[in-house]
């Protein structure tokens, strides 16, 4: 064989693979119960996704570990484009909280695409408690140091971040209640178990208009239009504050490029369908579709971002 036939081999073998890709099922893991954000946002892009690449796609909640049993079991599968991991941006606090993560994020995944953004998440109060703005809120935390407690989806979990940041850039000292999910953390500042939270503007929205939470700002640099008269935080006076959660995909470390490429294209197309995307608005998400590369950038960042967080909490992972 010559040199350049030798050469060619492998690249006409690659693209031979992709044009039969894929063969099978796909298989989406979800590190997270059933219901939850990223289960919801998985199953409204596979409505579109499983039939334009002409195959079904399984879910499989492995809830766990805060989300990082299910992302271990997609960095230890095949890397054959058969198993997709569709994670948060808890994803890019765990190595912070938890000392033995069973999996290098850098080395045994690869991102496909940041699939969607959420329009931010909001700063709740329960009623009864005497703050009616973000003003008046810090003041009473500094007034209270560590008297006020903010509700949590689990160590490390997006509604923690939020709030840390929000404590950070303020300079008050809140305290975490951990709960399993955002329900329960919902249901006992509701209840007012505890003062406050951060959940996603969606999920606090009936409780918020029926006036058994109070709202004080969204996290987003912009409002929502569900909300219009919730102040942005920046705009409340916590300026550069910004925090919103997303969802993407990735797949083992390996995987073909020709199959990264693949359902990243796919998934781009799916979230710029007007049903996907009327779907998506009505979670309060707004689909992207970003490239390999971008998805990178952003982890990079929010690597960054929580680990200058976490030092500034006295995290220690345990």
Do not use: C
């Not at 500094?142 to 006020?148: E, G, Q, V």
Request: proline content about 8%; charged content about 15%; aromatic content about 8%.
């Amino acid at each position: 064989m010559s040199l350049l036939a030798a050469q060619s081999a492998p690249a006409t073998a690659a693209a031979l693979a992709a044009k039969d890709y894929p063969s099978k099922f796909i298989r989406i893991v979800v590190p997270y119960g059933p219901g939850a954000g990223p289960d919801v946002v998985g199953r409204i892009i596979a409505e579109k996704l499983g039939p334009v690449l002409g195959t079904n796609i399984v879910f499989e909640n492995r809830g766990g570990g805060g989300g990082m049993l299910g992302t271990e079991i997609v960095a230890k599968s095949a890397p054959d484009g058969y198993t997709l991991l569709l994670q948060t941006a808890a994803y890019a606090t765990y190595p912070y909280f938890f000392k033995n993560v069973p999996y290098d994020s850098a080395k045994d995944l690869i991102p496909v695409t940041l699939a969607a953004r959420n329009v931010g998440y909001v700063l709740v109060v329960n009623p009864s408690l005497p703050a009616r703005t973000v003003g008046e809120l810090v003041a009473l935390a500094k007034a209270n140091p560590s008297k006020l407690n903010y509700g949590t989806a689990g160590v490390g979990s997006v509604m923690q971040m939020a709030a840390e940041l929000f404590a950070h850039m303020t300079a008050i000292k809140l305290m975490p209640v951990h709960y399993t999910g955002v329900p329960a953390a919902l249901s006992d500042t509701i209840s007012g178990q505890i003062e406050m939270g951060f959940p996603a503007a969606p999920s606090a929205l009936p409780f918020t208009q029926a006036g058994r939470l109070r709202v004080l700002a969204i996290t987003a640099e912009k409002r929502w239009n569900k909300m219009p008269d919730t102040p942005t935080l920046a705009e409340a006076g916590v300026k550069g504050y910004k925090y919103i959660g997303w969802y993407g995909f990735w797949f083992a470390a390996g995987t073909p490029p020709e199959y990264v490429a693949r359902i990243q294209s796919e998934v781009a197309r799916a979230v710029r369908e007007p049903a996907v995307k009327q779907k998506l608005e009505e979670q309060g998400l707004e689909g992207v579709g970003s490239t390999p590369q971008e998805l990178a950038k952003i982890i990079e960042e929010e690597f960054a971002l929580n680990k200058k967080l976490t030092a500034a909490m006295g995290i220690q992972p345990q």
